[in-house]
């Protein structure tokens, strides 16, 4: 019944076959040979005049026939594709570059080229925030990777990946400022021995005449990991744009001006009743970037007494183009954090076994913080390449933190409780102006701007009974024998609030900061020798209203010139090694409260600023899978005067000096796998004069050894993490007696992350993956921990977090 329609199917399928696809086949292949033109590939890296991997910009392969093939540089500067196998010219060019071109002949290898570019104005002047132009290997870089895909907590959780030889360590379980400890000094909480500056989005985040200390860094906690788009860390104080607290190098951190998805939710829960949560909403506008959101934590650490710590953060950005070459930009961040904490406790108590390392001795430690910050920026390109910013800022905090360091040392009675009050306003303004020309037939690069910080405070300490500042009042009713410290000092009387068991102190205090810099690069022998010079000119006042002891009020003021300089050298272009030499004088403010105070009779007053001369000689290089980078450092800290607020007195440093090496590398193992690592030895660091005995005291408190390493995985099937590791040596606590040491740590912590659908990921964090048992912060200092207790000098510290865990979900909407 089939049989005719079959052979009528197999006859025409035999005709199309035999008449119509073979002829085409046969047709369509003898045109493509006839068309076959012999090719290979052409790979390689881009990197700028300072050696830094160039991204996005595009690879032009043309012949001499006119024809093109065009590629683009990834976000390692790399690149692969396939030409002509003949003669080509080879042209690169982007946005702020200046087009590049290489002549490549037949019988020529295109294989692991390396290409070299000059930018005209650097990349990190694109956006609205103005930044250093001081580049690698002076400036490292850390993109926004590990802060998407990474469950924070706290805040020095954000610390620990930037390494760069930064050990920050986490004071009271977290609540608390960080303290900072670099190249051999301890900078307590971001101030003393030169400082590191932290800024946020041009905004200082270190505060002077501070009430708990110079140059705190508590505000910080108002930073949510999530938006960070990238950190820019300069080792030492080598661009004129940074001043105050400059002298041990420079954190930047920009935020983010749009998410790639215009809603975002991330839900986390952990180990000690951890709890956070973070919510994005960030729209997608013809003409302006955008996005608001808010971060909410919650957990009680590991703690007997619980932490019962809570931040919520608030924060938003708002910029506009008005057209390719302005911008206009507004942004907003909101915080609070309240918590409670064990504080630093008695190391010798912990090994008798009369005290657990989670224990306390006064529950009623921790604080309250508030601020607010808002800002606005401008941005301007001109048609000479030439770029200006000017931004502009105001900052309201309130501070009190409750700490008992001695517990009953001074007072048997009621302990040695203090509350520490700062209420806070802040104003900042900076301007920048780059401007390229050419000079001796090279391109240059001036750079020229100013900065304006001002901030009015009342600051004070006040004893406290379980956080009432009452105690005071209390213990002069009482039968506690307690004898003023001032009798017979003019002008006050002998029941004043200054005794044996407590000091009483609140004082109005304005400082004013003024300061104008210019710097100039410039490169020759086809960017093989760069030189780079600046320098910077601030003006400080200090006004303090002493409201407890008016001969401590006073007006003085301070001013200092710094400058920097700078060489690189390369050898040969085809050679992947640069040498170079930095060098910068740093300043860090004191506590005005400390300058004008007027020195009692036969003391010599120290200066107001103190400096910092940093030298650092290096080697950088840049192989295709592989960048490295040495360098030895000195470092000379001039005298110092140090304001101690937790009970007013005044310390002074002497000039210190300390010197050692680093060592960094990154090496991608894989296109999935990437290595990472950087040890930082400080082989001395000792004040310069000696004590009446003619012995040498060296400076203690801070690690002499501090090291890092990443094993970081991105995008295999999903998945990406990184295995972090991190150590630092152990340290002496004493100057004279090396004896007296703190505990080093070594520490593991994992992070994975799982795209499971195109808008949800899973998020796993294990903090101490090997459950190490560490201290953090680690302080010297006598102590009696109970009424009837001896008083014994002995170590106190902040446990380290042991094994925790954290899982979380990522969703993402509407994607970009």
Do not use: W
């Not at 003669?87 to 019988?107: C, K």
């Not at 973070?278 to 590991?302: Q, V």
């Not at 700490?403 to 301007?431: K, M, P, V, W, Y």
């Not at 609030?497 to 205090?509: I, R, V």
């Amino acid at each position: 019944m089939y049989k005719p329609f079959t052979l009528f199917a197999t006859d025409n399928l035999c005709r199309v076959i035999t008449f119509v696809l073979l002829p085409l086949f046969a047709s369509l292949t003898t045109h493509a040979q006839s068309n076959t033109t012999p090719t290979r590939t052409l790979s390689g890296v881009v990197l700028s005049q300072q050696r830094e991997r160039a991204p996005n910009l595009q690879i032009i392969a043309r012949t001499d026939a006119g024809s093109e093939v065009r590629s683009m540089s990834d976000g390692e500067g790399e690149f692969s594709f396939t030409a002509p196998a003949g003669d080509l010219t080879l042209r690169v060019e982007g946005e702020n570059v200046t087009p590049f071109e290489r002549r490549i002949t037949a019988d020529e290898r295109t294989e692991n080229m390396l290409l070299r570019v000059e930018y005209i104005i650097p990349q990190v002047h694109e956006d609205v925030v103005i930044r250093s132009t001081v580049v690698d290997p002076g400036l490292e870089q850390r993109n926004d990777t590990v802060y998407n895909n990474t469950l924070f907590s706290r805040d020095d959780q954000v610390f620990h990946t930037l390494d760069a030889g930064i050990n920050a360590g986490q004071h009271e379980g977290g609540g608390k400022s960080l303290e900072i400890r670099r190249f051999g000094f301890n900078m307590d909480h971001g101030g003393l021995f030169g400082g590191l500056k932290v800024l946020v989005d041009d905004v200082q985040q270190n505060q002077g005449t501070q009430g708990h200390g110079q140059g705190y860094l508590g505000q910080l906690k108002s930073l949510t990991p999530e938006l960070i788009q990238d950190v820019s860390i300069l080792n030492g104080p080598f661009s004129a744009e940074y001043g105050d607290f400059s002298g041990l190098g420079v954190v930047h951190i920009r935020l983010k001006e749009s998410l790639p998805d215009t809603l975002t939710a991330r839900f986390q829960a952990g180990s000690f009743d951890t709890y956070r949560g973070f919510f994005a909403y960030s729209p997608t506008l013809a003409k302006a970037d955008a996005f608001i959101a808010y971060e909410g934590s919650r957990t009680d650490g590991p703690f007997i007494s619980p932490l019962r710590y809570k931040r919520d953060n608030l924060t938003a950005n708002y910029t506009r183009r008005i057209n390719d070459k302005q911008a206009l930009g507004f942004k907003l961040n909101a915080g609070r954090n309240d918590f409670f904490s064990s504080g630093q406790i008695p190391l010798d108590e912990v090994a008798a076994g009369r005290l657990d390392r989670f224990g306390f001795i006064d529950p009623d430690n921790g604080g309250k913080v508030k601020s607010a910050t808002g800002g606005v920026y401008y941005r301007r390109e001109f048609s000479d390449a030439s770029v200006f910013k000017v931004d502009a800022y105001l900052t309201r905090s309130l501070f009190d933190l409750y700490s008992n360091f001695t517990f009953f040392l001074n007072d048997t009675e009621f302990g040695d409780e203090i509350q520490q009050h700062d209420s806070r306003l802040q104003q900042g303004a900076n301007a920048q102006y780059l401007r390229p020309f050419n000079l001796f037939g090279q391109v240059a690069l001036l750079t020229v701007g100013g900065n304006l910080q001002a901030f009015q405070t009342n600051v004070g300490l006040y004893p406290t009974i379980n956080r009432n500042p009452n105690r005071a009042f209390i213990t002069r009713g009482s039968l506690n024998a307690c004898t003023p410290n001032n009798a017979g000092v003019p002008g006050l009387p002998d029941d004043t609030f200054d005794t044996n068991c407590f000091l009483l102190t609140s004082a109005d205090a304005s400082v004013t900061n003024a300061a104008g810099f210019v710097q100039q690069s410039i490169s020759f022998f086809d960017s093989r020798v760069r030189l780079n010079g600046g320098v910077r000119y601030d003006y400080f006042r200090f006004n303090v209203t002493d409201k407890i002891r008016p001969q401590f009020s006073g007006v003085d003021s301070a001013t200092r010139l710094q400058p920097k300089a700078a060489i690189a050298y390369t050898p040969s272009l085809n050679f992947p090694a640069t040498f170079y030499f930095n060098y910068g004088r740093g300043i860090s403010s004191q506590d005005a409260r400390g300058i004008v105070r007027q020195p009692e009779a036969g003391e010599t007053k120290p200066p107001n600023l103190a400096t910092t001369d940093f030298y650092q000689l290096g080697t950088s290089h840049i192989f295709k899978h592989l960048s490295l980078t040495t360098d030895l450092f000195l470092i000379d800290n001039s005298n110092q005067q140090v304001y101690i607020p937790d009970d007013g007195s005044i310390e002074f440093a002497r000039a210190s000096r300390a010197y050692g090496f680093e060592i960094k590398n990154s090496v991608r193992l894989t296109n999935f796998l990437t290595f990472n690592g950087g040890i930082t030895r400080v082989t001395n660091a000792f004040f310069r004069d000696r004590n009446a005995a003619g012995e040498r005291v060296y400076v203690d408190s801070a690690p002499h050894t501090v090291g890092n390493a990443a094993l970081t995985l991105s995008n295999l099937r999903g998945f990406t993490g990184s295995l972090r590791y991190r150590h630092t040596s152990n340290y002496r606590l004493d100057g004279e007696d090396a004896g007296i040491r703190a505990s080093g740590l070594d520490v593991l912590d994992l992070y994975v992350n799982k795209r499971l659908r195109r808008f949800l990921d899973f998020n796993l964090a294990i903090d101490n993956l090997t459950n190490k048992r560490y201290f953090e912060t680690q302080n010297f200092f006598e102590s009696r921990i109970a009424p009837g207790a001896e008083i014994v000098e002995r170590i106190h510290a902040t446990p380290g977090y042991p094994f925790t865990v954290t899982a979380g979900i990522t969703l993402r909407f509407a994607g970009k």
